[in-house]
């Protein structure tokens, strides 16, 4: 069976992590786990959603529970994955232990917006087009920036969403295959 990788693609919200994501899934290929994709198919379901959804730590984990499972699914089949969110330590350590059980390589790719004007445009011009999502306000991203806990992967990669696209995509496709 052919090596597979678990990509972690974390970091602020509209700093480029779905584009990141997205890209790497196509180019492995792999198959891309969203947070933001996972969750809009619980809030289609209002009585479940009502259970998810508060406080926010408890819908932090029936997200990344779920990603895990599809993530354990695909390692069965020697699928590569990528994830699609704001990850935690703890989550990262479960994924980690995960991955180790099928020989799968983890690599961690942080995206951030250091330019405080272009990351409230991206928020604000975003609309990315979830069924059933929504988009998270500038003062809602505000928050998280200054709450962000980057994750301590000693390789972990970090592209800024200042970088040209092409750029960070790059850079990221090298950061996974190692070329």
């Known amino acids: 069976m052919e090596p597979v990788d678990l990509v972690v693609v974390t970091g602020w919200p509209a700093a480029g992590k779905s584009t990141v994501a997205e890209a790497l899934g196509v180019a492995l290929p792999g198959t891309v786990i969203s947070f933001d994709w996972v969750m809009s198919g619980l809030r289609s379901f209002p009585d479940v959603w009502a259970t998810v959804e508060a406080p926010s730590e408890h819908q932090r984990e029936v997200g990344w529970t779920v990603m895990g499972r599809i993530a354990e699914q ?94 960070n995509l790059q850079r990221a496709l090298d950061h996974v295959v190692g070329r």
């Open 74 to 167: 695909q390692f069965r089949i020697g699928a590569s994955v990528v994830m699609d969110l704001v990850a935690r330590e703890a989550t990262l350590a479960l994924w980690q232990a995960l991955a180790d059980r099928y020989d799968a390589k983890v690599h961690v790719i942080e995206c951030v917006c250091e330019d405080e004007d272009l990351h409230r445009r991206r928020v604000e011009g975003r609309d990315r087009g979830i069924p059933g999502w929504y988009e998270l306000t500038w003062e809602q991203v505000r928050r998280t920036r200054q709450g962000y806990l980057p994750l301590s992967s000693p390789d972990k990669l970090v592209l800024d969403a200042a970088a040209p696209p092409e750029l």
